[in-house]
């Protein structure tokens, strides 16, 4: 069932989108969580190394000269931003060269020649056995031969929190968006399917050979070459129900007329005399009706073996065409010395080599030879001939009859079309339509015209040259 099938399809839609986005989305998510963490970090370094550089340039604004003495005046807000408990531990110190001015002892030194005036540089180090960082800054004091150095330091245990609390939140946030992708793709998918699926229940309800086109307005965008092709397809299909019903109308019309014939006569046969003119004539209808009921029995399948050849590979070979032509010329002999006609065949020097199948080809140029033999005119000459001309071997087939005027030799090559002159003849009119197939399966050229000095009907078949 169609409904069946999308319900599949939806599966094997959402398995793959799965697969196909949530699982580069988890690793891209693992890629961003190690270079966010690396960017959080920095982030976090660079902002606290400004408050802490802030914090040392206020110190050093803070310092001033008294009587050839360093004095240190630091504000309230500069207390309070040192002693911020939520700014972890800070330390400072001011030095003169290796002499301690003022602030803590024992803070490492990160720059032991000396800082120049207003230059900053930052370091590590271990203070009271915790982690530091520590700023170091230069600042030249009135009547100071050296700058002095103010050096701020500060624990790490605020940075790290607050890059952990960051990371925690990166990653929190790429866990909720693989998880929602994971949750919204199968819905997505049904949510996408609906057309299709609706397409199917239309699909499901039509009658069996309902073949017109799929509604596909309302199908995505990326779906409707799908649509349009699958519409193709369906009026590839409607065209050969149309063939086949119109094949199974006109054959069936073709045999019922000898079917009827056939039965009259043998009704009159049961109540007659067999010697009477009647019986006799009733006999020879019969054996008529069963002629043409046997002839149009082999021209369709003829016809059948042509459409399957079609549609399937046929093997090829390398064949001489005279021989060819003249094993199907002595098959047809006796017909045409019954019908009292010269039958002449005009080999090609040397035997050409054509590239055809044996069986097809032969089937082809009987066709043709046995429609001559039929509507040539009485004690008329069919002459065939074989001529090649560079890539192709002509093979022609020319009679003394009627001819086919130029305006109908298209009309001729539909199945079962007859001309109206013909009308009251026996035959089918299948005889050319089956040598047009046979010859488009053998990639060969058929071409009417009209026979020497205008009078009958030459029929050319052009077989690749091998």
Known sequence: MIRLGLHHAEKSLTRRFLGGIVAPMAVLALLLAVGGTWVIKAAVETVNDRILSAAAHAIAESLGVENGQITLDLSPAIFGMLEDNARDNVYYSVRRGAEVVTGYAGLPDIAPHGVPDKQVVFGQGVYRGMPVRIIAEGHRLP???????VVVAETLGAREHVAQRLQRGLILLEVILVGC?????????????????????????????????????????EMRDLGRAFNRMLERLDASFQNMRRFTADASHQMRTPLSILRTHIALLRDGDAEAPDTRRSIEDIADAGERLERLLVQLLALARADNAQSTPIAREALGINRLVADIFAQLAPRAVHADMDLDFLAADGDPQVMTNAVLAGELLANLIDN????????????????????????SIEDQGPGIPEAERAKVFTRFARLDRDADKPGSGLGLPIAARLSAVLDARIVLDSGRDGVGLRARIGFPSA
């Open 372 to 395: 001559a033999i039929r509507y040539n005119r009485p004690r008329g000459a069919i002459t065939v001939s074989v001529e090649p001309d560079h890539d192709l071997v002509w093979v």
């Open 181 to 221: 992708a994971a949750v919204l793709l199968p819905m997505v998918v049904r949510w996408g399917m609906k057309p299709i699926v609706a397409l199917g229940r239309e699909m499901d309800n039509r009658a069996t050979l309902d073949m017109t086109p799929l509604p596909v307005g309302d199908l995505p965008q």
């Open 143 to 149: 009547h100071i031969a050296d700058p002095v150095v």
